[in-house]
């Protein structure tokens, strides 16, 4: 073998010993995973190594796979392939340190449970499934509702609340899981602008802490403003790294296509240049 080829192999190994490194040590990292509806493909071969202590937003168009991912990611729903690890370890034995927040539409709202009763059911993981949840639980529960602003409305039915009082009760919970990775669909959808805030304030202090935070996002125009990553995907994936360097216009155009006017992305891009 030729030095320059030896050379080039040892460089090859040391890439791959540092790629393996990466994913071990990250938060979330999510290898070939392919979901498909009724024999369609949803996603395609999807793989991500999330950084640690980072708020990341999952951008792409609808349908293109967003919601899915986590969901998948998680075992939620059936996969062809892929797997997902914590910190290096198969996800369903770190399920204690992930915390789960799903669709607003994809919660039974008449449930009859109060909104301390709904933070408390995150405490479960802590104390196990099969354990009374006491006095203590419920201060735990109700220091969480006191974070996102919902202490008031602790014995209110949830299905009795806003859209926006509703989501703050579920970043309650997540808050009270006191996780390390935190995975969250479409938070922002259908809350006012104060909920927004605090929300997003609230993930901001947990990524001080060190938590990393994986976000469904829509709005395109806040991106720069909330997310230091971003993953792009249209059923594959498109691109994803620091917001300055993956959300670009030649990235959105390939996530989505025809769907974003030129005047869309010269606004985006203009955005992003100011928050750099």
């Known amino acids: 073998m030729a030095a320059q080829d030896n050379y080039n192999l040892q460089q090859n190994e040391g890439g791959s010993v540092q790629a393996e490194t990466a994913w071990k040590d990250s938060p979330f990292h999510v290898s070939g995973l392919t979901v498909a509806y009724h024999h369609k493909p949803v996603l395609w071969n999807v793989t991500y190594t999330a950084p640690k202590g980072e708020l990341i937003g999952i951008i792409g168009p609808n349908g293109a796979g967003k919601s899915t991912f986590l969901k998948a990611a998680l075992g939620l729903i059936p996969k062809l392939s892929g797997e997902t690890t914590v910190f290096g370890k198969p996800v369903r034995k770190m399920m204690d340190k992930v915390a789960y927040v799903p669709q607003r539409n994809a919660v039974d709202w008449d449930f009859p449970a109060t909104a301390v009763d709904v933070v408390m059911m995150g405490l479960y993981a802590k104390v196990g499934w099969f354990r009374w949840l006491g006095r203590r639980q419920r201060q735990e529960a109700l220091k969480s509702l006191e974070a996102v602003g919902m202490t008031a409305f602790a014995d209110r039915q949830i299905g009795q609340l806003s859209g926006g009082q509703q989501q703050r009760v579920f970043l309650a919970r997540a808050l009270a899981q006191d996780a390390d990775v935190y995975l969250m669909d479409e938070p922002f959808a259908g809350v006012d602008a104060a909920t927004e805030k605090a929300i997003i304030e609230v993930l901001r202090t947990l990524v001080k802490r060190g938590k990393t935070i994986l976000v469904v996002h ?39 296509g025809g ?15 100011e928050q750099e």
């Open 259 to 273: 769907r974003l006017a030129s005047t869309q992305l010269e606004g985006l891009q203009s955005s992003a240049k």
């Open 218 to 256: 829509h709005d395109l125009e806040s991106v720069t403003q909330y997310y230091s990553h971003v993953l792009l995907i249209n059923g594959q994936h498109i691109a994803s790294g620091p917001t300055a360097e993956a959300f670009t216009a030649e990235n959105l155009q390939k996530a989505y």
